[in-house]
């Protein structure tokens, strides 16, 4: 591994889960960090509020810009001024079922925002040396033809999302085909946390067992229980995107458990934590089911392991429990919140 003290990168999706985790480790390894957000009438920073910075707002070794996915001139502005020599794209339109009621602004984000940041990062090439990091899905091998899912399994995207992905996947490997850029391909399998947001399967899941169990909630309301998906921790997945950009040459990695496990699954063991039975409290609404399905996704991270040194370290159950407890903790104060306000309303 290369000495990373000193070293600049640039995230975008700074302000997502993975892109949240992922500042804190570069952070610790000596980074100076640059975040690109979107402009908003809100804060859009809570996740990486604790990193004691804002928009507009510079500490010693994290700054963050005004930027857009869409925005090309503003993207190479950006790069070229930075001079980053990492380059993590993370950002996107990242909910598959949103993707269906906005493709065309799905794939305007999440396949030609990857292109306009390998296009910025050849430009910058000109002057530096820089590594660039792709943020490629699992959802991408859609329709399976193989359990487990590697590196050289057939794509057959079956959504916007996917299909978007699937662009920006082969427009990596072109650049770094065509232009000798260090661009690398992380195809990352479910990954969640606490910070997952709450339209998400497991971050919604995780929130109502907790709410119900506080009497802040009745029902949960979701799609198909049946989905299998290999689920991971995103704070072991942002180390393996690291990893990629410290090898001597550049290549595409599957991260992954190599464990499947069905939303039902998910919901037993969140509600278990809490001391209810899920089937008291889930019902389905077929509105929330996607126009074509994605059963079974389980990823084969052999080739990870044995060329970047990296394995995940916290299992299913562990993952399960972490955000159920910290969900807990924001439902008890939700509680506690409302119990003051009425107290004051008498």
Not at 79 to 108: C, K, M, W
Not at 174 to 186: K, P, T
Not at 193 to 221: C, D, H, N, Y
């Amino acid at each position: 591994m290369t000495d990373a003290a000193g070293r600049r990168a640039l995230i975008t999706g700074i302000t997502g889960q993975a892109g949240s985790y992922l500042a804190e480790l570069l952070l610790e390894k000596g980074y100076e960090v640059h975040g690109v957000i979107r402009r908003a009438s809100t804060l859009v920073t809570e996740r990486i509020g604790h990193l004691g910075t804002d928009a507009d707002e510079r500490t010693d070794r994290l700054e963050l810009h005004y930027g857009d996915l869409s925005d090309a001139t503003g993207l190479t502005s950006i790069v070229l001024d930075t001079e980053p020599d990492e380059i993590y794209n993370l950002g996107a339109q990242s909910h598959v079922r949103v993707s269906f009621d906005q493709p065309i602004y799905t794939v305007d984000i999440v396949a030609l925002g990857a292109l306009r940041m390998l296009e910025a990062a050849r430009l910058l090439q000109q002057r530096k040396n820089v590594k660039f990091y792709q943020a490629s899905s699992s959802e991408m091998f859609g329709k399976v033809d193989e359990v487990p899912q590697r590196e050289t399994t057939r794509f057959h995207p079956r959504s916007p999302y996917a299909c978007a992905k699937v662009f920006a996947f082969h427009q990596t490997v072109n650049y770094r085909e065509a232009y000798d850029l260090f661009a690398c391909n992380g195809i990352l399998f479910n990954h969640e946390s606490p910070r997952r947001g709450e339209m998400f399967v497991t971050r919604k899941i995780t929130r109502a067992a907790t709410r119900i169990r506080e009497g802040l909630q009745e029902k949960l309301s979701l799609g198909n229980l049946d989905a299998r998906r290999d689920w991971g921790y995103a704070k072991d997945y942002v180390e393996a995107m690291w990893r990629m950009l410290q090898q001597d040459t550049p290549d595409d990695y599957v991260i992954a458990t190599g464990e499947t496990h069905s939303v039902q699954e998910f919901l037993e063991l969140a509600f278990a934590r809490v001391g209810l039975d899920w089937r008291e409290h889930v019902e389905t609404d077929p509105r929330l089911l996607r126009p074509s399905e994605v059963d079974c996704l389980q990823g084969d991270a052999s080739k990870a392991r044995r060329e970047l040194g990296w394995q995940p370290a916290t299992s299913f159950e562990e993952l399960v429990h972490l955000m159920v407890d910290a969900d807990w903790e924001l439902a008890r104060a939700e509680g506690a919140h409302r119990a003051s306000d009425g107290e004051k309303g008498r």
